[in-house]
């Protein structure tokens, strides 16, 4: 008789398993439907506000477009193009009010020993490479002055190299043979 007992209680245990497994999936369809529903809901109520927001910008730009009409009326505006008058160069230039573009003084130009300006190019393999425009006779402080003021680094913190030999602030680009288009290493200390 013990046999057939315990068969039974597992049976019926297993029946009552059973239930609850079908009532558990139930709910869990019952809880579905329910989000299903709000996420629904909550897609509705935002549709409609996205409409009224479209409704309010609508009201806004009418608006806008009477009180534009409104405002032509009251100026006068028929939508012709008023031409400026074909001599208001000669009427600025008579008030000076374009200031006058100052000479280049030839001798300048042809000068072997007027100062030339070149271009150095600086990276710091970090991902910033700059171009910079400096003389020849510039000492490297200036050149760190110059960086420092594209870059937004202080002057102190720089340090500029070309393979392993460092660049001194008081000696000049022309002792150092740096030349146009050269690129040299920039470390920050």
């Not at 806004?60 to 009409?69: A, C, I, N, P």
Request: aromatic share 4%; with cysteine.
């Amino acid at each position: 008789m013990g046999k057939h007992k315990s068969r039974s209680r597992s049976r019926s245990h297993e029946k009552k398993k059973h239930q609850k497994e079908k009532q558990k999936s139930k709910d869990a369809e019952a809880e579905s439907k329910d989000w299903r529903k709000d996420k629904i809901d909550q897609g509705q109520k935002s549709v409609q506000a996205g409409l009224d927001v479209l409704e309010i910008i609508k009201k806004e730009r009418k608006e806008d477009e009477e009180k534009l009409e409104q405002w032509k009326k009251k100026v006068g505006y028929t939508g012709l193009k008023v031409k400026a008058p074909l001599n208001i160069y000669e009427e600025i230039m008579k008030k000076n009010i374009v200031a006058p573009v100052k000479p280049v003084n030839p001798s300048l130009l042809n000068n072997p020993q007027a100062p030339r300006m070149i271009e150095i190019l600086v990276n710091d393999r970090l991902g910033k490479k700059e171009r910079i425009k400096c003389c020849p006779q510039d000492k490297i402080g200036d050149l760190k002055k110059l960086i420092a003021a594209k870059i937004g680094v202080r002057p102190e913190k720089i340090r500029l190299q070309k393979q392993h030999s460092i660049f001194k602030d008081h000696i000049t680009l022309e002792d150092y043979e740096i030349k146009h288009e050269m690129c040299l290493e920039m470390y920050y200390n």
